[in-house]
């Protein structure tokens, strides 16, 4: 029993340790002498949008999204809708993420390919106003360089050879839809991974490790 105790405590030290210099070694090490993201002119805003375990990225639904995104409507998605506001776009588990719309819709099987290996998906949805002063919600400036590469991030997520974003699934509701990804999901490397990646991409210094939205959270407000 001491032996297994020990064991137990040891995992536990290695755990915390790479979770907090996941927190508080920063992505890159050194920021850019004129990062995307950091120029001077007009900025555009994106939302950081996060639950207990997932994160998502809003897009604003202004002309330029609308029509770079147009195609999403073939599939149903109401994109042109004057009342739609933002597009919220995250990468996740294909089979956790397609099967598990609520908490009550948990299964087994999802769980386990979660925690060992699955393929991944493209969630997209369209929203309406998304209050800023939500504490789920966190608002980041980009300049138009940084906007640039984050959309470039976001779409060289999509598995689409022939221009075209693949289908996977209807989604949850009329206002979103599942599409094929590329990369493998792991929880160790998952959706909040991904996020930090595409924020990096941007030109705002992350954590080095980020598997829950509350550590990226932390490392935003250290590095971001």
């Not at 029993?1 to 920063?26: F, K, T, Y």
């Not at 099967?99 to 819709?105: G, M, Q, S």
């Not at 099987?109 to 919600?137: E, K, Y």
């Not at 999509?158 to 221009?163: H, K, L, S, T």
Request: hydrophobic share 50%; aromatic share 8%; charged share 15%.
């Amino acid at each position: 029993m001491r032996r297994l105790l020990r064991r137990g405590l040891r995992v536990l030290a290695v755990a915390i340790v790479a979770v907090a210099a996941g927190v508080l070694v920063p992505r890159p090490m050194l920021p850019a002498p004129q990062a995307a993201g950091t120029g001077e002119g007009p900025r555009r805003t994106v939302l950081l949008l996060s639950n207990p375990i997932h994160t998502d990225i809003a897009l604003p639904a202004d002309p330029d999204i609308r029509a770079r995104f147009a195609a999403l409507a073939a599939d149903g998605l109401p994109i042109g809708d004057p009342a739609v506001r933002w597009l919220v776009v995250g990468w996740g588990g294909r089979s956790f993420y397609v099967e598990t719309p609520t908490w009550a819709d948990l299964k087994p099987l999802p769980v386990l390919r979660a925690f060992t290996l699955d393929r991944s998906v493209m969630h997209v949805a369209v929203a309406g106003d998304i209050p800023l002063s939500h504490p789920a919600v966190t608002a980041l400036a980009l300049d138009a360089a940084g906007f640039e590469a984050l959309l470039d991030h976001v779409e060289a997520s999509f598995v689409a050879p022939d221009g075209r974003f693949r289908l996977v699934a209807p989604g949850y509701g009329a206002h979103d839809r599942f599409y094929e990804a590329h990369g493998w999901f792991n929880a160790l490397a998952g959706c909040n991974v991904w996020t930090a990646a595409a924020l990096r991409a941007a030109g705002i210094r992350t954590g080095a490790w980020t598997p829950l939205p509350v550590f990226l959270g932390w490392s935003l407000a250290l590095h971001g």
